[in-house]
T-cell receptor, first 111, second 113 residues
Framework: GEDVEQSLFLSVREGDSSVINCTYTDSSSTYLYWYKQEPGAGLQLLTYIFSNMDMKQDQRLTVLLNKKDKHLSLRIADTQTGDSAIYFCAETSTNAGKSTFGDGTTLTVKP | DADVTQTPRNRITKTGKRIMLECSQTKGHDRMYWYRQDPGLGLRLIYYSFDVKDINKGEISDGYSVSRQAQAKFSLSLESAIPNQTALYFC????????????FGPGTRLTVT
C-alpha cells in the first residue's frame, strides 16, 4: 500500500530556516499536504500543493515537490518558538479519496 | 463553535468495557474518518465513511466498529476495550470537492486500565 516517510525529529535555533522532508510511494498522488499539530490539539492544515506544481510559497512557508523522486519538503523561514510542533506530511490520490499520513516530524525551536 | 467536535475529550475505562466515542461536524462534509495516534507511529486510519450508507475499514479496524448515524455524526465503538487501545483518537472530515483537505476534531484521550 501507500507509504509516507519523514524523519522524526528536527531541532533548529530561532531565526534559522527549518526544512522538513518527506518521501511518498504512491505515484498517483494528486494532493500533498503539510499539517501542523500543536500540543493537546488536533491537526490543522498548514499548506498543500497539487501534484502538477513544483513549488508553492505562502509567507514564511515554501513547499517544494520533486515528483520524479516522490520527495516533498517544507521550508519555514525565520523559524520562531511558536513554530515548535509536530508536522505531518500527507498524500491523497483522487482514486483513493483518503489520505495517508507520515509519522510526523517533531520540530523543536531553541531560543 | 468548533466545526468538528468529539466527546468525551478524556476517558479512563477498564479492560473489557464497551465504550463509544462520538464525533459531530457542522461543516456539511460528506466524508468522515477515525484515526488513532500513538507516539512515534503517527496517525493510523481505523475506519472511514464517504457517505451515510458507506463504511470502510482502515488499516487497523480489528477491535473497533463504527456507526454513521447521519451525515454529521460518526461514532467509534470499542466493544471490549483492551490496554493496547490506549491512545489519542481523532475524528476528521473532508469534502471531495475541496481537495480532500481534512478537518480534525480536538481528539479524545482514551486510557484502558
Amino acid at each position: 500500500g501507500e507509504d509516507v516517510e519523514q524523519s522524526l525529529f528536527l531541532s533548529v535555533r530561532e531565526g534559522d530556516s527549518s526544512v522538513i522532508n518527506c518521501t511518498y510511494t504512491d505515484s498517483s498522488s494528486t494532493y500533498l499536504y503539510w499539517y501542523k499539530q500543536e500540543p493537546g490539539a488536533g491537526l490543522q492544515l498548514l499548506t498543500y500543493i497539487f501534484s502538477n506544481m513544483d513549488m508553492k510559497q505562502d509567507q514564511r512557508l515554501t513547499v517544494l515537490l520533486n515528483k520524479k523522486d516522490k520527495h516533498l519538503s517544507l521550508r519555514i523561514a525565520d523559524t520562531q518558538t511558536g513554530d515548535s510542533a509536530i508536522y505531518f506530511c500527507a498524500e491523497t490520490s483522487t482514486n483513493a479519496g483518503k489520505s495517508t499520513f507520515g509519522d510526523g516530524t517533531t520540530l523543536t525551536v531553541k531560543p | 463553535d468548533a466545526d468538528v467536535t468529539q466527546t468525551p475529550r478524556n476517558r479512563i475505562t477498564k479492560t473489557g468495557k464497551r465504550i463509544m466515542l462520538e464525533c459531530s461536524q457542522t461543516k456539511g462534509h460528506d466524508r468522515m474518518y477515525w484515526y488513532r495516534q500513538d507516539p512515534g507511529l503517527g496517525l493510523r486510519l481505523i475506519y472511514y465513511s464517504f457517505d451515510v450508507k458507506d463504511i470502510n475499514k482502515g488499516e487497523i479496524s480489528d477491535g473497533y466498529s463504527v456507526s454513521r448515524q447521519a451525515q454529521a455524526k460518526f461514532s467509534l465503538s470499542l466493544e471490549s476495550a483492551i490496554p493496547n487501545q490506549t491512545a489519542l483518537y481523532f475524528c476528521a472530515t473532508s469534502d471531495a470537492d475541496r481537495g480532500y483537505e481534512q478537518y480534525f476534531g480536538p481528539g479524545t484521550r482514551l486510557t484502558v486500565t
